[in-house]
C-alpha cells in the first residue's frame, strides 16, 4: 500500500487516541487537585479544633475558678470567729 493510504487510515485512530489521552490527564490533574485541597481543609479543620478546644477548657477553667472564689469568699463570710478586718496576719502575710 502507498504511504498516502496508510497515513490516512492511521491519522484519525492517532488523533483520536491523542484527545483521550488528553482527556484522561485532566481528569487526573482534577482529582489530584480536589484531593489536595480536601487534604488541606482537613489538615485546617483539625487545627481549628485544637484551638478552639484550647480556648473552651481555659474559659471552662476560668469559670470553675470563679465559683471557688466566690465559694470560698461566701464561706469566709459566714464564719462568725473572724474579726471584722478580716483574718490575722501572719509572718509572710506582708511579703
Known amino acids: 500500500q502507498e504511504p498516502a493510504v496508510i497515513l490516512n487510515s492511521m491519522l484519525p485512530l492517532y488523533l483520536n487516541s491523542q ?3 488528553i482527556l484522561y490527564d485532566a481528569q487526573a490533574s ?3 487537585s480536589r484531593m489536595t485541597a480536601m487534604k488541606a481543609a482537613t489538615d485546617n479543620a483539625g487545627e481549628l479544633v485544637k484551638a478552639l478546644t ?3 477548657n481555659k474559659k471552662r477553667q476560668a469559670g470553675i475558678t470563679a465559683e ?3 465559694i470560698s469568699a461566701g464561706a469566709s463570710c459566714i464564719d462568725t470567729e473572724m474579726s471584722p478586718l ?3 496576719l501572719g509572718l509572710e502575710d506582708n511579703e
Open 86 to 88: 478580716g483574718p490575722d
Open 68 to 70: 471557688i472564689c466566690e
Open 19 to 21: 484527545l483521550v489521552s
Open 30 to 32: 482534577e482529582l489530584s
Open 54 to 56: 484550647s480556648v473552651f
